[in-house]
């Protein structure tokens, strides 16, 4: 496969009780978004840190999935790839008429790194 059109990320696992689930993944590292998000010194993205939030709600509800607001992003500290490449996503999922209420977070064993709340719709 061309590096190009390598995943940003791989999930590991993922647990689900009820409306909540926690996702592992595993971060490229090498991933080309890296290389102009900071030559040198990557950083992961906020909108790929969204985006992964996005697709993992995709998978879990079995819908194609698009932001349609969002009432708090709040990014707490800057991934950097090369040593947070294991992180777990949390995740509380409700159906409010045509919508999906969540709320998120990133960290791993140490750090918080975003939490979120919004609501998606059906694309």
């Known amino acids: 496969m061309n590096p190009k059109y390598q995943p940003l ?62 009432d708090q992003i709040k990014f707490l500290k800057v991934i950097d790839p090369t040593i947070h490449h294991k992180l777990l996503i949390s995740l509380e999922l409700s159906e409010i008429e045509t919508r999906f209420r969540f709320t998120a977070s990133i960290s791993d064993l140490d750090n918080e790194f975003l939490k979120m709340k919004g609501e998606f719709t059906i694309n």
């Open 9 to 70: 990320y791989q999930i590991e696992s993922i647990k689900k009780d009820g409306n909540r689930a926690t996702v592992n993944v595993v971060i490229d590292p090498q991933h080309v978004v890296f290389d102009g998000h900071f030559p040198g010194h990557p950083v992961m993205p906020g909108v790929c840190q969204i985006d992964m939030i996005r697709e993992i709600c995709e998978k879990l509800l079995n819908q194609p999935l698009q932001l349609y607001q969002s």
